[in-house]
Structure formats: C-alpha cells, structure tokens
C-alpha cells in the first residue's frame, strides 16, 4: 500500500512509519517540524519505500501519486506550558492542525479513496464523570478553559471525520489514544513520562503538580501501533480506544520511577499547573478494542519504562 503519515517526525508518527515499511508498505510522511525531530525518521533516510515532506498540514496538500491510506498524526500534544513544545504555547497552530489539518487531510483521502485514520485523544472526554471511560462517553470539556485548544480541536476534527464519512462515504476510522510512553519523546517534551525520567537520572526530586493524587494510564508505544495497525486494516468507522486500561497516580508513578533508577532525592509537590481544568482521573475501557480489534497491550509497565529510561540515559549524556 502507499501510506500517507501527517505528524510523521513526532513521537507516535516516526514509530507508524518504522511499522508501515517493515511491513512491506511505501510511506510518505510529512511534519513541518514544530515539534517533531527529523532525527526520529534517520533510520529511513536512505530506505526507497519512504519519503518525507517538510510542509504544514494546515496548508493545501499535494500528493503527486495515488495514497490508500491516510493517518492524520500532526499536532502539537503536551499539554504542559512551561515547554515550547506544549500546546498552551502553540495554541494557534494546535487548532489549525486539529481543523484545517484533518480538513486537508481527509481531501486527500476523499480523492483517493483511501482510508483515513485520526488520531483523536482521550483529552475529548476532558475532566470525565465516567471510570472507565467508554466510546459512548461524550466528555466533561471545558471549551474556553487553558487545555480547550487541543480538546476542542480533537473533538471538532471528529465530528469533521465523520461528515466526510456520512456525507462523503470516505472511508474513516477514530483512534482514541490514552497516554503513550516510549522511545523518540523529546527530552524537553513537558509530559510527566520525560519529566520524571530525566529528573531521577539527574538524581533531582521528581516534580508533581498537585497532590498527585490524579491517575493515568500509560501504554507502551509498541503495543499503541500493533493497535493503531489494527485499527487502520479493520473495517471499523466509529471511534475506538486504544490505551493501557492500568490505573496509577501520579505518585505511585513517582515511586515506581524513583525506585527503578535508584533516585533518592524524593519528590517535590508544586500547585497544578491546570488548576481545576486537570482530569484527575483517566482510564480507558478497551472492551471494544479487545472485541473488534483482537487487541490488549502486551508490554509491562515496568517492562516499558526500562527501555524508555534506557532511551533517556542516551539522551542527556
């Protein structure tokens, strides 16, 4: 198949290109480079199944050749404000990517007839009164609030996927994704999985906003893209979760992360950074992942946070 991949330089984006040419796939990807890193796809520079274009998704895209599928990846996604790579600083960019980028993005797959894949979130459930969260869950979100230009821009690109589907037949599919941790997230990303990391190889006290109390879950990015791929070579239209259904707070994280790298400086609470805006609890039901998909992630927690420190430890030397 011939594979178009927006956000292709980010974290999520380069790993799906990795997967679509190993298995057998011709890939283009494109990313105009806010916050991903061309560095993420130097495995594939010389490889012929793979190209790359520098070019903001919210400008008119041009594919010279025919695409059968296409995954909307691009976007700014920490949602932490003290990075320059979180979206409370590229707010602007952040909307146009969630709207003018799908809007884009699914052109191309219209006039291909081509499957089209968005990566939605579970910040669309926003600060949710429902644990676990299901598909039929249709969110606490504030729209004017500081996280409302990543969730509402999700929540809009949605609805835009599914007109295309309903007015247009395009062929659509929804992936709700749960926090993802792995190789390739930047160092100064601002999402708690690097923060912790770094802090505790620098043998620095983790820093937790709040009262860390507020629980995730994290899926190792191997077992998101086995999913992603699933997803993409099913014929499912309507939104599915894909995520790591095990609950932990922030400061049980802490410990874990603390104890697996011999940190001893402890933690350090500081006032939520979203305060009264933060989810305080995030959790997915895959019940329809496990049933459609034939998925459930296979990784460990502490099977993947080893081989993401042991990506770090490469990153801060």
Same mark, same amino acid.
């Given at each position: 198949?011939?594979?178009?991949?927006?956000?292709?330089?980010?974290?999520?984006?380069?790993?799906?290109?990795?997967?679509?040419?190993?298995?057998?796939?011709?890939?283009t990807g494109i990313d105009d480079l806010?916050?991903?890193?061309?560095?993420?796809?130097?495995?594939?520079?010389?490889?012929?199944?793979?190209?790359?274009?520098?070019?903001?998704?919210?400008?008119?895209?041009?594919?010279?050749?025919?695409?059968?599928?296409?995954?909307?990846?691009?976007?700014?996604?920490?949602?932490?404000?003290?990075?320059?790579?979180?979206?409370?600083?590229?707010?602007?960019q952040t909307m146009k990517a969630g709207?003018?980028?799908?809007?884009?993005?699914?052109? @191309?797959?219209?006039?291909?007839?081509?499957?089209? !894949?968005?990566?939605?979130?579970?910040? %669309? $459930? #926003? &600060?949710?009164?429902?644990?676990?969260?299901?598909?039929?869950?249709?969110?606490?979100?504030?729209?004017?609030?500081?996280?409302?230009?990543?969730?509402?821009?999700?929540?809009?690109?949605?609805?835009?996927?599914?007109?295309?589907?309903?007015?247009?037949?395009?062929?659509?599919?929804?992936?709700?994704?749960?926090?993802?941790?792995?190789?390739?997230?930047?160092?100064?990303?601002?999402? @708690?999985?690097?923060?912790?990391?770094?802090?505790? !190889?620098?043998?620095?006290?983790?820093? %937790? $906003? #709040? &009262?860390?109390?507020?629980?995730?879950?994290?899926?190792?990015?191997?077992?998101?893209?086995?999913?992603?791929?699933?997803?993409?070579?099913?014929?499912?239209?309507?939104?599915?979760?894909?995520?790591?259904?095990?609950?932990?707070?922030?400061?049980?994280?802490?410990?874990?992360?603390?104890?697996?790298?011999?940190?001893?400086?402890?933690?350090?609470?500081?006032?939520?950074?979203?305060?009264?805006?933060?989810?305080?609890?995030?959790?997915?039901?895959?019940?329809?992942?496990?049933?459609?998909? #034939?998925?459930?992630?296979?990784?460990?927690?502490?099977?993947?946070?080893?081989?993401?420190?042991?990506?770090?430890?490469?990153?801060?030397?």
């Open positions: 198949m011939e594979i178009l991949v927006s956000g292709a330089a980010g974290f999520l984006g380069s790993h799906l290109c990795d997967r679509f040419v190993s298995d057998g796939h011709t890939v806010i916050t991903g890193n061309k560095d993420n796809l130097l495995q594939l520079a010389k490889n012929p199944n793979f190209s790359f274009v520098e070019q903001d998704v919210s400008d008119y895209i041009f594919i010279p050749h025919k695409v059968d599928a296409c995954l909307h990846f691009a976007s700014p996604a920490s949602p932490n404000p003290t990075s320059p790579y979180g979206y409370p600083n590229l707010p602007i709207a003018l980028g799908t809007h884009n993005i699914l052109g @191309v797959a219209k006039a291909n007839k081509a499957r089209f !894949l968005l990566a939605s979130t579970s910040e %669309i $459930y #926003g &600060d949710p009164k429902e644990h676990p969260q299901t598909e039929k869950y249709w969110g606490n979100v504030d729209p004017v609030g500081p996280r409302a230009v990543y969730d509402e821009a999700k929540r809009f690109a949605e609805s835009l996927t599914m007109a295309y589907h309903r007015f247009h037949q395009v062929n659509t599919c929804i992936a709700r994704i749960f926090n993802t941790y792995g190789p390739r997230m930047r160092v100064d990303d601002g999402r @708690v999985v690097p923060n912790f990391i770094i802090q505790a !190889l620098k043998k620095e006290p983790l820093t %937790i $906003y #709040g &009262d860390g109390n507020q629980t995730r879950s994290f899926c190792f990015v191997d077992d998101l893209i086995e999913g992603i791929s699933r997803l993409l070579f099913s014929k499912e239209h309507d939104p599915i979760n894909i995520g790591n259904p095990v609950e932990i707070s922030i400061n049980q994280f802490a410990e874990m992360i603390n104890k697996i790298t011999g940190n001893k400086a402890g933690v350090i609470h500081k006032e939520g950074m979203f305060v009264g805006h933060d989810p305080q609890r995030r959790s997915p039901d895959i019940s329809k992942a496990k049933a459609k998909l #034939g998925w459930n992630p296979k990784v460990s927690f502490e099977d993947g946070l080893a081989i993401t420190i042991d990506y770090f430890k490469t990153k801060i030397n």
